[in-house]
């Protein structure tokens, strides 16, 4: 049975940083495409960043957001830097099949850790 679980998530004032991790379990990690999502209150889930062959972000967090992974602990880490009110969401872990098709659809990952609140103050 594969678990993600993340961690890393915090409360933080706006232009800080934080780096949340998921660690993965299960299966063989580096076959797989792994991605956060978030969610804010009243909002749907939106797509964050992925990391499989290439790495993918939403406009809103390039060049703030780093995703990377280490596939010898089986965890991904996700670099916030310069972080905005609006960034404030629960962050969900998600892996899936190696693709390159439906990166962004988060109704194409199988696996979803429990979440970590992140929250940033202006």
């Known amino acids: 049975q594969v678990q993600l679980v993340e961690s890393g998530g915090g409360m933080v004032q706006a232009g800080d940083s934080l780096r949340l991790s998921c660690a993965a379990s299960?299966?063989?990690?580096?076959?797989?495409?792994m991605a956060w999502f978030r969610q804010a209150p009243g909002k749907e889930r939106e797509f964050v960043a992925a990391?499989?062959?290439?790495?993918y972000y939403v406009n809103s967090v390039e060049g703030r957001f780093t995703l990377s992974r280490d596939n010898a602990k089986n965890t991904v880490y996700l670099q916030m830097n310069s972080l905005k009110p609006e960034d404030t969401a629960v962050y969900y872990c998600a892996e899936r099949t190696f693709a390159t098709t439906r990166i962004m659809d988060g109704g194409a990952y199988d696996y979803w850790g429990q979440g970590t609140q992140v929250t940033v103050s202006s």
């Open positions: 299960g299966r063989t990690f580096s076959m797989y495409t």
């Open positions: 990391i499989g062959w290439s790495t």
